[in-house]
């Protein structure tokens, strides 16, 4: 896979759009990019030329950005990066760089945020089925894993059976 895979730091330009292509959910947005530089000689930072990316958000992040960016909010963006050529109205060939996401967060140098997680499906909340042989439902199966002995890498009290186990740790004591 020889993607180019990049990371952008940057401004939200405009709410994003959410739209439905096909049974899927897709969040466009645009992302203006200005690089800082600071000036040795004369100590002071002065801003380059604002690159403007547009990206794309599929399936749940898309819904999460719709729900969650607002135009002005500070944003990281990782994803995929492509170039595109078209001619636009006045007959002027344009170049435009293209992101298909795969992570969008706020950044958090700028601000702070809160997270409310996405509900769960009632397909990934769902209980296991029960295994062929469990026909009990009273038997309680966290109780048989704690049951003594159940275990094997616990250790065992020495017996009366084990008369050598219980010699070395006598010696191991005594010394």
């Known amino acids: 896979?020889?993607?180019s895979i990049i990371t952008l730091r940057g401004y939200v330009g405009?709410?994003?759009v959410v739209r439905s292509v096909g049974e899927v959910s897709v969040a466009n947005f645009r992302i203006a990019c200005t690089p800082r530089k600071f000036n040795r000689a004369s100590g002071e930072w002065s801003d380059g030329v604002t690159q403007w990316f547009t990206v794309s958000a599929w399936r749940q992040l898309g819904e999460n950005v719709?729900?969650?960016?607002r135009k002005g909010d500070p944003v990281v963006v990782q994803g995929r990066l492509s170039a595109r050529s078209?001619?636009?109205k006045d007959g002027l060939e344009v170049n435009t760089f293209e992101v298909e996401a795969n992570v969008v967060g706020h950044d958090l140098n700028r601000g702070?945020?809160?997270l409310s997680r996405n509900?769960?499906?009632l397909a990934a909340v769902a209980a296991p089925a029960p295994e062929p042989h469990d026909d009990d439902p009273e038997r309680d199966p966290i109780a048989d894993w704690r049951a003594p002995g159940s275990d094997p890498w616990e250790e065992k009290p020495a017996t009366a059976d084990e008369p050598e186990a219980t010699a070395e740790t006598e010696s191991s004591v005594a010394a």
């Open 66 to 69: 719709g729900r969650s960016l």
């Open 86 to 88: 078209y001619v636009n």
């Open 14 to 16: 405009a709410d994003p």
């Open 119 to 121: 509900p769960r499906s």
């Open 1 to 3: 896979m020889n993607d």
């Open 112 to 114: 702070m945020t809160s």
